[in-house]
C-alpha cells in the first residue's frame, strides 16, 4: 500500500486512478478535436488547453471518487463498475457545464462536454475490460506470511478473501503447538530449513506477527532474518488498522496505542486549516441551504404537530455537552420514555421524516452548529448522554472518541452501515479511532468526497 498523508492507498487503486485520469484527459481532448473537425473550425495547438482539459479531467475524477468508483466491489465486479462510471461522468459532465455557465470559456461548449461524456464512458469501460482480462483480479495482490495459526491467523486469513482486501497470505505454524492451533493447513516452521529462502522463493512481501501469546515466544531470530532481506515485519493490530481502517478494539491496548504512529502533536496547522474551513463551508452552506431549511420546516411543521425543529442535549469534545439542531423527523413523542436507538421501520419517524432522514436534509440545521464551532463538518457522530454514560461502561476506548471534534459526516458513517446497537456502537468506534488518530485534512477531504455516495446509495438511513 501506498501512505498518503497518514492513510493507506493500495497500489492497485492508486495505479488504476492515474491511468483514469490520463485516459479522462485524452477523452477530453479527442471530444475537442473531434467537435472542431465536425464544425470546419481549426482546433489550435494543445499547448492553449492544458489547464482546461486538466481542470475538466479533475472534476470527473473527483466525482468517480465520490461515488464510489474506486470501492472494493467496483474493482471487482464490471456491472457494479459501470454504473458507478456512468453516475460519476454524467455528475461531472453536469458540473463542468455549470463552471461553463459561470465562466464562459472558448475551450469546452455543451455539445463538446457531451462528445467527452461519451468518449470517457466508452474509454473507461474498455479500460476495465483490458485490466480484467489481461491482469485478472489478482494481479496486484501481495503475498503476506503470517507467523502463527491460531485465533489471529485464521481471522488474517478469513480477511484475505474480503472484496476490500488485496493481499494473499501463507500461514507458518511455530513449534508443534497443536493446543493453539486453529489452521490446519499452516506449515510448521519445523519443516522449513532456511526461512529466509524460503521467504525470497514465495515472494513475500511483508511478514505478520499473530502469534497468541508473544510474551517469551517472539522468533527472534527469525524475524532478523526476515528482516535483513528487505522483508516488511509487522505486528497484527497496525496490520488490521492498515488493510481495513479501523483500529480493532478486540487486539489493541493501551501500550500499543502509546507506542504507535498516530496522534500527532503536529496537527495544530491541521486544526486550523479544519476550523477556517469549517467556517467558509458553513456560510456558504447556510447561504444555499437556508430557503430549502425553511420550506421543509414548513412541510413537517404541516405534516405532524410539534415545533419543525428538534433540539437535543449532545456529548462534544472533551466530553462537553451542546445543544444540536435538526429538522425534526419524529413525533414529538417520541422520547417520551427517554432516549433509545432507532430502529428500522421506527413507527416513531413521521412520513416526511423518512423522506428528509433518507436524502439527510434533516442534517442541515446542523451546520449552525459547524459555524458555531461545537462541530465539524467531519468527525464522530456526536451521542446523546445517556448513550455515552452506557457506552463508556461497556467499551474501552470509547472516551476516547471525544478527543476531536464530532462532525456531520465521519469516517465511520461512510464504511459502516447504520448501526442502533451496543454492538454497532463499538464497530463505529474502531473507525472513528481511526480518524482519530490519523486525521489530516486530507482525510477530511477524501471522507467529504465519500460522503456523496452515502447520499446517492442511502442504504443505512434511518
Not at 237 to 252: A, C, P, Q, W
Not at 395 to 403: N, T, V
Amino acid at each position: 500500500m501506498i501512505r498518503l498523508f497518514k492513510h493507506y492507498i493500495p497500489h492497485a487503486v492508486m495505479l488504476l486512478g492515474i491511468l483514469d485520469f490520463a485516459l479522462l484527459v485524452i477523452a477530453s481532448e479527442a471530444a475537442w478535436q473531434l467537435r472542431a473537425n465536425q464544425i470546419g473550425m481549426d482546433p489550435g495547438p494543445i499547448d492553449g488547453r492544458w489547464l482546461p482539459l486538466l481542470g475538466s479531467a479533475s472534476v470527473v475524477w473527483l466525482a468517480m471518487i465520490a461515488v464510489g468508483v474506486y470501492g472494493p466491489y467496483a474493482l471487482r465486479s464490471l456491472r457494479f463498475a459501470g454504473a458507478r462510471l456512468l453516475v460519476a461522468i454524467s455528475l461531472g459532465i453536469i458540473a463542468l457545464a455549470t463552471i461553463d455557465w459561470i465562466l464562459p470559456g472558448e475551450t469546452f461548449w455543451r455539445s463538446t462536454l457531451l462528445y467527452a461524456m461519451g468518449l470517457a464512458i466508452f474509454v473507461l469501460v474498455a479500460d476495465r475490460l483490458l485490466l480484467n482480462s489481461f491482469l485478472g483480479s489478482s494481479a496486484f495482490r501481495r503475498r503476506v506470511m503470517v507467523l502463527g495459526a491460531g485465533d489471529r491467523a485464521q481471522r488474517l486469513r478469513e480477511l484475505s478473501d474480503k472484496p476490500r482486501i488485496r493481499f494473499c497470505n501463507r500461514l507458518i505454524h511455530r513449534h508443534g503447538r497443536a493446543r493453539t492451533r486453529v489452521v490446519e493447513e499452516a506449515i510448521a516452521r519445523e519443516a522449513i530449513h532456511d526461512l529466509g529462502r524460503f521467504v525470497e522463493n514465495l515472494g513475500v512481501s511483508e511478514v505478520v506477527l499473530a502469534l497468541q501469546e508473544r510474551r517469551n515466544s517472539l522468533p527472534l531470530s527469525d524475524l532478523l532474518r526476515i528482516k535483513t532481506k528487505g522483508v516488511h515485519v509487522n505486528d497484527f493490530s497496525s496490520f488490521l488498522e492498515r488493510e481495513t481502517g479501523r483500529v480493532d478494539l478486540d487486539t489493541v491496548n493501551p501500550s500499543w496505542l502509546i507506542f504507535s504512529d498516530g496522534f500527532s502533536s503536529g496537527r495544530m496547522l491541521s486544526s486550523a486549516v479544519k476550523r477556517l474551513f469549517d467556517i467558509v463551508a458553513s456560510l456558504i452552506l447556510l447561504a444555499l441551504t437556508f430557503p430549502v431549511i425553511l420550506l421543509f420546516a414548513l412541510i413537517v411543521k404541516l405534516d405532524s404537530k410539534g415545533p419543525a425543529f428538534f433540539k437535543q442535549e449532545r456529548i462534544g469534545l472533551f466530553g462537553e455537552p451542546f445543544h444540536l439542531i435538526k429538522l425534526r423527523s419524529m413525533r414529538v413523542d417520541a422520547e417520551k420514555d427517554g432516549a433509545k436507538w432507532a430502529a428500522e421501520n421506527d413507527d416513531r419517524i413521521t412520513r416526511v421524516g423518512r423522506f428528509i432522514r433518507k436524502v439527510r436534509i434533516d442534517e442541515l440545521p446542523q451546520t449552525w452548529s459547524v459555524l458555531k464551532g461545537e462541530m465539524s463538518f467531519v468527525g464522530p457522530r456526536p451521542e446523546v448522554p445517556k448513550f455515552v454514560d452506557d457506552l463508556q461502561k461497556e467499551i474501552r476506548f470509547y472516551q476516547e472518541r471525544h478527543m476531536v471534534k464530532p462532525g456531520i459526516t465521519g469516517w465511520a458513517q461512510i464504511n459502516y452501515p447504520y448501526g442502533a446497537s451496543t454492538e454497532d456502537s463499538r464497530r463505529k468506534l474502531e473507525y472513528d479511532l481511526y480518524y482519530a488518530k490519523n486525521y489530516t485534512p486530507f482525510l477530511d477531504f477524501v471522507i467529504l468526497l465519500q460522503t456523496v455516495r452515502v447520499v446517492l446509495w442511502p442504504e443505512g438511513a434511518r
